[in-house]
T-cell receptor
Framework: KNEVEQSPQNLTAQEGEFITINCSYS?????LHWLQQHPGGGIVSLFM???GKKKHGRLIATINIQEKHSSLHITASHPRDSAVYIC???????????FGEGTQLTVNP | NAGVTQTPKFQVLKTGQSMTLQCAQD?????MSWYRQDPGMGLRLIHY???????DQGEVPNGYNVSRSTTEDFPLRLLSAAPSQTSVYFC??????????????FGPGTRLTVL
């Protein structure tokens, strides 16, 4: 069983829909990261959080440390949001990141 | 700032050949790492470094060597390429503050094919 599980694996939405991607993990962490990988392959960091909630534009990330769960929300989705979204955790005991397999999001016009 | 740069972007090798994937960052980040990305799997850590002169193994280190002689550079060496090393390789860096590591900055990736 992976230490980091994402759901769903694939998600198709219509433009304008509200989207939620979930991430569950099984280890103690110091931080959780959400990353975006575009079709061209480049990976960018969206959020790093250790508690509560962060918002950037139409993106919102939340984390519940007690339940070992995080969600990434996209409001008013747009075709340019189509990408793979990756959750990663940094364990309390070290410096390394452990990654989920990613969620492929497709937003249709 | 150029951020994290990787060369080459694409490479084709024959089984048994050796080569070095280059990674450099100009942000004075202490932490640098190499990952491989394969279909159906998450990014997997090959080697990492928490500062110049310090390296350590990640999840999948076999067949790869690294060194960190400067803060800026973190090359990954394939000693004797095998088809199982066909993958996309990403280098990443991050800085630490207050004993914690911060967001990761990724290079554009190197697509390697071993025939």
């Amino acid at each position: 069983k992976n230490e980091v599980e994402q759901s769903p694996q694939n998600l198709t939405a219509q433009e304008g829909e509200f989207i939620t991607i979930n991430c569950s993990y099984s280890v103690g962490i110091s931080a959780l990261h959400w990353l975006q990988q575009h079709p061209g392959g480049g990976i960018v960091s969206l959020f790093m959080l250790s508690s509560g909630k962060k918002k950037h534009g139409r993106l919102i990330a939340t984390i519940n440390i007690q339940e070992k769960h995080s969600s990434l929300h996209i409001t008013a989705s747009h075709p340019r949001d189509s990408a793979v979204y990756i959750c990663a955790v940094r364990e309390t005991s070290g410096s390394r990141l452990t990654f989920g397999e990613g969620t492929q999001l497709t937003v249709n016009p | 700032n150029a951020g994290v740069t990787q060369t080459p972007k694409f490479q084709v090798l024959k089984t048994g050949q050796s080569m070095t994937l280059q990674c450099a960052q100009d942000m004075n980040h202490e932490y640098m790492s190499w990952y491989r990305q394969d279909p159906g799997m998450g990014l997997r850590l090959i080697h990492y470094s928490v500062g110049a002169g310090i390296t350590d193994q990640g999840e999948v280190p076999n067949g790869y060597n690294v060194s960190r002689s400067t803060t800026e550079d973190f090359p990954l060496r394939l000693l004797s390429a095998a088809p199982s090393q066909t993958s996309v390789y990403f280098c990443a860096s991050s800085y630490s503050s207050g004993g914690s590591y911060n967001e990761q900055f990724f290079g554009p990736g190197t697509r390697l094919t071993v025939l």
